[in-house]
C-alpha cells in the first residue's frame, strides 16, 4: 500500500515561528480532549501530567516500555502524552500547553532555557542517526561513515532523499549536516514530508529514498522495511536526548516527579534494556550508565 505522504517543496530553513498553526491547533484540541476525559470522563482522582515526547521516542515503542513503568512507581499521576517534532514541542513547552517536554534538539533545548522556558535540562539518554536508503543504492553511499559526505553524494547523483522537513530534531540534525557538507535544502530528488519518524521511513521505503533517521525507529519498523542501513558510525551523529520541566506547566509538581523519575535507576535500566527481546538489541543508551 502506498504511503499517504503529501511531500512539500523544500525551505531553506526552519524555526519556532514557522510552525504549523493548523498542526498546533490538532495538537491543543487532542490535549483538551485528553484532559477533559481523565479530569471527568473516568473519575480518576489521579492529577494528569501532559507530556511532550518525540515521534522517534513514540514510533521506536521505547514510550510504552517506559510509561507503565512511571504510573506504577507514581501512583498519584497518569501520563497524556503529545508526539511531535522537537520543535513544536519547544513550542508547545513555551505557551505552558505541555508540562515537561523530552527533546533531542539540543541547539533549540538551549535556546528555549535561555529564553527561561525551563530552569531544569537534564541528558536522559543517546543512541545515534544512521542513513538508511534502498539496497541498490544509486548513490553508491553504502559502507560511508561521514553523513556530511553522504549527504553530498546522495545530491551529487541526484537520488531520492526524503527529509523529515518538520522542525524536528532528526530535521534538524540533517540541517546540521548539509550546512557541513556545503549543501542547501532542495535539488533533484530532495522532498520534504512534514511528518514523524516513522511515517517518513515508510514513505522513503515506498518510493525508494534515502532518508536520515535515528536508528530505534528503523530497528523498530526494519522488517516492515526495504531500506538497510548504509551510513553509520559518524561521531557527528550523535542523538542526544535531553528532558526540560516547563516553566509554566500547570502539573510542575508531576512534571518534576516525571523528569527525576527518567533518571532513576529504574527507567535508566527499562532505557538500556528496551529493544534487548524483541529487537535483539539494545537501541538507547541510558544517561548514566544503568
Not at 522537537?86 to 539540543?106: I, T
Not at 514513505?203 to 530505534?216: P, R, V
Request: hydrophobic content about 40%; charged content about 20%; glycine content about 12%.
Amino acid at each position: 500500500m502506498a504511503a499517504h505522504v503529501a511531500f512539500r517543496k523544500p525551505r531553506a530553513g526552519l524555526g519556532s515561528k514557522q510552525i504549523s498553526q493548523m498542526t498546533l491547533r490538532i495538537i491543543l484540541a487532542s490535549i483538551l480532549v485528553w484532559t477533559l476525559c481523565a479530569n471527568g470522563c473516568s473519575g480518576d482522582s489521579r492529577r494528569t501530567l501532559t507530556l511532550g515526547i518525540p515521534t522517534t521516542v513514540h514510533d521506536s515503542g521505547l514510550l510504552d516500555a517506559l510509561l507503565p513503568e512511571f504510573e506504577e512507581s507514581n501512583p498519584g499521576y497518569r501520563v497524556r502524552y503529545v508526539a511531535a517534532g522537537s520543535g513544536e514541542l519547544l513550542a508547545l513547552g513555551a505557551r505552558g500547553d505541555v508540562d515537561v517536554v523530552l527533546a533531542h534538539s539540543p541547539g533549540a533545548e538551549e535556546r528555549f532555557v535561555a529564553a527561561g522556558h525551563s530552569t531544569q535540562r537534564n541528558r536522559v539518554m543517546e543512541n545515534d542517526f544512521v542513513i538508511v536508503g534502498p539496497e541498490d543504492d544509486p548513490a553508491d553511499i553504502l559502507g560511508m561513515s561521514d553523513g556530511a559526505a553522504a549527504l553530498a553524494r546522495i545530491a551529487s547523483a541526484g537520488a531520492p532523499f526524503l527529509s523529515r522537513g518538520d522542525d524536528s530534531g532528526t530535521h534538524t540534525k540533517e540541517l546540521e549536516l548539509r550546512e557541513s557538507a556545503g549543501l542547501t535544502v532542495g535539488g533533484p530528488g530532495y522532498r520534504e514530508a512534514g511528518q514523524g519518524m516513522g511515517a517518513v521511513l515508510r514513505a522513503a521505503s515506498e518510493t525508494g529514498a534515502y532518508t536520515l533517521c535515528d536508528i530505534a525507529t528503523y530497528m523498530k519498523l526494519r522488517e516492515t522495511l526495504d531500506l538497510a542501513v548504509m551510513v553509520e558510525g559518524d561521531p557527528g551523529m550523535l542523538n542526544v536526548y535531553h528532558v526540560m520541566v516547563v516553566a509554566l506547566a500547570e502539573e510542575p509538581e508531576a512534571a518534576r516527579a516525571f523528569a527525576r523519575w527518567l533518571l532513576s535507576a529504574g527507567a535508566q535500566r527499562v532505557i538500556g534494556e528496551y529493544g534487548r527481546d524483541r529487537l535483539s538489541v539494545s537501541v538507547f543508551r541510558p544517561a548514566t550508565g544503568n
